[in-house]
Nanobody, 124 residues
Framework: QVQLVESGGGLVQAGGSLRLSCAAS????????MGWFRQALGKEREFVAA????????YYADSVKGRFTISRDNAKNTVSLQMNSLKPDDTAVYYC?????????????????WGQGTQVTVSS
C-alpha cells in the first residue's frame, strides 16, 4: 500500500534552517508529482511547494519563494524540503502528499495520499 513518511521537523529559532524529508513506498515514485503542504493551528491546510516527475519543474507558494527549496530523488523514493530563513509564521505541521494523475499543484483536492505530518516550530 502507498505510504508517505515525513521526518526532520523540530524546533528552530527564527532565521534558522530545517530540512524535511518524505520517504515514499508502495508505488512507482517517479510516475507521480509530489507536494508539501502545511497547516497551522486553527488554519486551513495550505500549499507550500510541488515538484514534478523528474524534478525539473518546481512550484512554490509566494510566502516561501526564495527561502524554501523542494527536490526529489527518484532513485531513493524521497522528496525533500529545504527551509531557510525560517520565520515564526512558518510554524505548522508539514505534510508530504502524492498528487493524483490530474489536477492543479496548489489544490489539496488534487492529492490522493498524505503523510502523517511533522511539526515545525519557529521561535522568535
Amino acid at each position: 500500500q502507498v505510504q508517505l513518511v515525513e521526518s526532520g521537523g523540530g524546533l528552530v529559532q527564527a532565521g534558522g534552517s530545517l530540512r524535511l524529508s518524505c520517504a515514499a513506498s508502495g508505488y512507482t515514485f517517479s510516475n507521480y508529482r509530489m507536494g508539501w503542504f502545511r497547516q497551522a493551528l486553527g488554519k486551513e491546510r495550505e500549499f507550500v511547494a510541488a515538484v514534478y516527475w523528474s524534478g525539473g519543474s518546481t512550484y512554490y507558494a509566494d510566502s516561501v519563494k526564495g527561502r524554501f527549496t523542494i527536490s526529489r530523488d527518484n532513485a531513493k523514493n524521497t522528496v525533500s524540503l529545504q527551509m531557510n530563513s525560517l520565520k515564526p509564521d512558518d510554524t505548522a505541521v508539514y505534510y508530504c502528499a502524492r498528487m493524483g494523475k490530474s489536477g492543479t499543484y496548489y489544490d489539496t483536492r488534487s492529492y490522493d495520499y498524505w503523510g502523517q505530518g511533522t511539526q515545525v516550530t519557529v521561535s522568535s
